[in-house]
């Protein structure tokens, strides 16, 4: 079992920046696949960004390119979203998640099997 608390949201306006974390229990996080998805209200889960155990291979959905880093620290149990250049349509609830898997980021949700409870981004325009 691994549980996942994220925390770093908020209220920001358009331009600013926040950094997420996630921070994760247990001793093997460093055989653990992540992701960060979001929800925004009346929409679907979506994919944001996501790392593998190593760090080595990433991925981020086209929109977020350019403006978002996702990190690891296997030594303190934790990933990182740092999120810069925010748009109002960043705003939504972002949940980390995690899968035991030795293999590239993985972006499907269907294939996570732990999740965090989410915190909220809210970027004013």
């Known amino acids: 079992q691994v549980q996942l608390v994220e925390s770093g949201g908020g209220l920001v306006q358009a331009g600013g920046s926040l950094r997420l974390s996630c921070a994760a229990s247990g001793r093997t996080f460093s055989t653990y696949n992540m992701g960060w998805f979001r929800q925004a209200p009346g929409k679907e889960r979506e994919i944001v960004s996501a790392i593998n155990w190593s760090g080595a291979s990433t991925y981020y959905t086209d929109s977020v390119k350019g403006r978002f880093t996702i990190s690891r620290d296997n030594a303190r149990n934790t990933i990182y979203l740092q999120m810069n250049s925010l748009k109002p349509e960043d705003t939504a609830v972002y949940s980390c998640?995690?899968?035991?898997?030795?293999?590239?980021?993985?972006?499907?949700?269907?294939?996570?099997?732990?999740w965090g409870r989410g915190t909220q981004v809210t970027v004013s325009s």
């Open positions: 998640a995690a899968r035991r898997f030795h293999g590239p980021a993985i972006t499907r949700r269907e294939e996570y099997d732990y």
